[in-house]
Every structure is written in C-alpha cells, then in structure tokens.
C-alpha cells in the first residue's frame, strides 16, 4: 500500500512523529516538497530527533529514504543535518537516503534574499523561516535554479554557481547590502558537492523500480494544506504543494499508484507566522496550551498561536488531499480542560461559509459557529485502546470525525512512540 501523509491544518500537526510509525509499514519513505523550513521531530524513548531535510523514516535502519525532486536542498543544511545523526547514533549512509539528482538546490542568495525581501515588507510580512525556500522555488520556476546533479560536475558546477552569485549579488546591491564573495560560497558549497555525490541518484527509477518490486511507498510532506501555495490562505503559505497532489509531482509517481492519504490534525488548532485564525484563543488560554503543548517551532523556535479546533479548515483539507483516514494528535494536551469547542463553521455578517473563504479580507472578518463539547479531567497518556479513552474523549474525537469527513484510524496521547492509539474502523 502506497501512502501519502499530508498535514491538515496549518502544518506542525506531529507529522514526523506519524510518519514514524507508518515506517514500520513500509519501504520507502519519500520527502516530497518544502525544504529545510520544515522541523519533524520524533521521541524514540529518551531521545529526541529533529529533521529538517531527512524524511523521518530514517530513524528505522532497514528502510530507504528519498529526498524528492520537489524538495529544495540546501546542500550545507543538509551535510550538517546527516553529520548530526551520525552523531547521535543514526545510520545515514547512500543505501538508506537518496538525494534526487533533479532536486533544486537553496543557495545563499536566497536565503539573503528571503530575509531582505521579508525585512522590508514590514507588518505585511509573511512570516518566512529565512531559509531561501521561497527565492530557491522562485528560481526554479524562472527555470534559473541549479539541481542536486550539478554538483556531479564541478566545472560545470563552478560556472553555474558562479552565475548565480552574479545574479544575486546584483539583486542585493539594489538593497545597499554587502554583496557576497564568490570564493567563500563555492569553497562551501564544493565541501558540500563533495559529501553529498554518493548520495545523489535518479529518484523516479528508484521508485519505480521499487513499485515493481511490489515495495510500499510512505511519501511524508512538510507543512500543512492551509499553506499550500494555490489551496492556502494566500499569500500567507508556502511556495509548494504540501498537498496530496504535491507528493505525485514531487516524486515521479502516478496519482494511479496512491492507495492511501491520512491526514495529520491536532486535537486543536496551530498556527505559526502571520495570516488569520478564526479560531484562536484567548491571550491566557492560547499562553496555556501554547505551553503545556510545547507549541515552539523546532525551526525557528518560534512561538505558535493556538486556538479551537477548526472542522471548517479540516473538511476543506478533506476535500483537497482525498483524505481518506485520520490521525490526531496531542489529545493529551486537552486532559485538563473542562470544556472544549469545535468550529463547525464562519460566519460574515448574515452569511454563513462551510468552507474556507479565499478572500482573505473576508476570512478575517469571519467569526467561528462553535459547538461546545464536555471536557474528561483525567489524563489520556497511559491510555493504548480507543474504547479505554474517557467517553467526552471518544465524544469528542467522534465530533472530529464526523464534521472532518474521515473516520481517525490514530490518535496520540504523548510524544512517544509507545504513546499511540491504532483505532479499527
């Protein structure tokens, strides 16, 4: 069975830490959008793994995993993240990671770029990591980007990058900026070029190769549907497809050959960065969860805003990804509250939207419909059977379902991986 796992909501719903479990399952595990923006961390029983580039299958020894050509690869960012595995006991080597030879590469004139650009638009910032990605996706639309099979030929590789500095410099200059040396960028990104050439291959043939083989394929996206570049609250997204549709054009692999799509959502509601939230809590109450969470963003250390748990943003996910199966995370974090509310809709004035409005003037004047839900007062975390769950918990979890569209197939009360709930339907 081939799987796509997408986030439901605003992206940081604890994708990396399903995507762990579904490993177990599988072959392959597939990275197929976004960049090193992306942080998934996993609890593997004291240890604590954070991945930015690296899909998070890598923490099973036995399975391959691919870096896909819709990822944008900071070559440094990436020696530097294998590095740190290896240090803590991970084995990464070119027969369990696999670089796409088509993947872009993020170069330091966008990450210069990405924070110039932000810096000056002021309040309408987007709220970016500074990463690059954005630049990186922009040049690769411009068809100026450079790929992973670049550093396969260093003279070639040289020229290029060479360019592009040129080319970047010239943008940078325009913002009386110190432009960048030539000589420092290539003495890093050649070190780089160096390290990573055993691992770049021809992802598609990978692939299907292994489909041939009758392997199971775990594609793991980054962010959330809500930041999808043309399904999210524009322009406060991505500049990918962390869609369901984003892991077939990410990857190489036909939509024909997708057996499954579950979606990640917590049992609330996060989001990092600008752009509206119709359900956000209350400055004390968001201050609450945001802590008892740990709602701090593994990339930037940014703190997430917190709200109700939105069934709007949810089925409008639904729809989009083909969601055919749930996972919920950090029920756990609500074993306190005494009273809980879901959104099961907006409303405009006399108007009322079961969707997401892509006006963004229009969502942000929306107020939450909310349905009000009884709280269970008793933690969840030893809890591995639905049924054992307090019954406001299944109340509730039932609501989340049903106004979502999908039935829930996991549910997590903790952040290890023994703190699971497998949920027959």
Not at 411 to 416: A, T
């Amino acid at each position: 069975m081939n799987t796509i796992l997408v986030g439901g909501q605003w992206g940081d719903e604890g994708k990396g830490r399903i995507i762990d479990l579904l490993t177990e399952r599988s072959d392959f595990v597939v990275r197929y959008q976004g960049g090193s923006n992306a942080g998934h961390e996993v609890h593997i029983e004291k240890n604590v793994y954070v991945l930015h580039l690296i899909p998070s299958g890598i923490l099973h020894r036995s399975k391959v995993c691919l870096i896909g050509n819709g990822v944008v690869v900071d070559p440094v960012a990436l020696v530097k993240e294998i590095r740190g595995l290896r240090r803590q006991g991970i084995r990464v080597t070119p027969k369990n990671l696999v670089v796409s030879e088509i993947a872009h590469l993020v170069l330091p004139g966008h990450k210069l770029l990405d924070e110039l650009r932000e810096h000056r638009k002021g309040k309408d910032r987007i709220g970016t990591t500074k990463r690059g990605i954005g630049p990186a996706y922009g040049d690769k639309a411009a068809r100026t980007g450079l790929r992973a099979l670049d550093m396969l030929q260093p003279v070639r590789f040289r020229e290029k990058l060479r360019a592009k500095v040129t080319e970047h410099n010239a943008i940078v200059r325009s913002f009386g900026i110190k432009p960048l040396r030539f000589d420092n960028v290539w003495s890093e990104y050649l070190s780089a070029a160096r390290f990573l050439r055993p691992f770049i291959r021809d992802g598609v043939a990978l692939l299907h190769d292994a489909m041939a083989q009758k392997k199971k394929i775990l594609f793991e996206g980054a962010q959330g549907t809500l930041l999808d570049i043309d399904f999210g609250t524009y322009p406060y997204v991505t500049s990918s497809h962390p869609t369901a549709g984003g892991a077939c054009v990410g990857s190489g692999v036909p939509p024909t050959r997708i057996d499954r799509v579950v979606g990640v959502m917590k049992a609330y509601t996060t989001r990092v960065g600008e752009g509206p939230f119709p359900t956000q809590y209350d400055p004390k109450l968001g201050s609450e969860i945001q802590k008892i969470g740990d709602e701090f963003g593994r990339t930037t250390g940014r703190g997430r805003r917190c709200g109700w748990f939105d069934s709007v943003v949810t089925r409008y996910a639904q729809r989009i990804n083909g969601i055919n199966h749930i996972a919920v995370t950090k029920l756990d974090v609500l074993d306190h509250m005494s009273e809980l509310k879901i959104c099961v809709a907006y409303k405009d004035g006399a108007r009322r939207y079961n969707t997401v409005p892509m006006d963004l003037d229009t969502l942000r004047r929306c107020k939450p419909v909310y349905q009000t839900y009884k709280g269970w007062q008793t933690s969840t975390k030893h809890i591995r059977r639905f049924r054992d769950l307090p019954k406001n918990a299944r109340i509730y979890l039932n609501a989340i379902s049903r106004h979502t569209g999908a039935p829930i197939s996991i549910v997590s009360v903790g952040p290890r991986r023994d703190e699971t709930i497998f949920v027959k339907n």
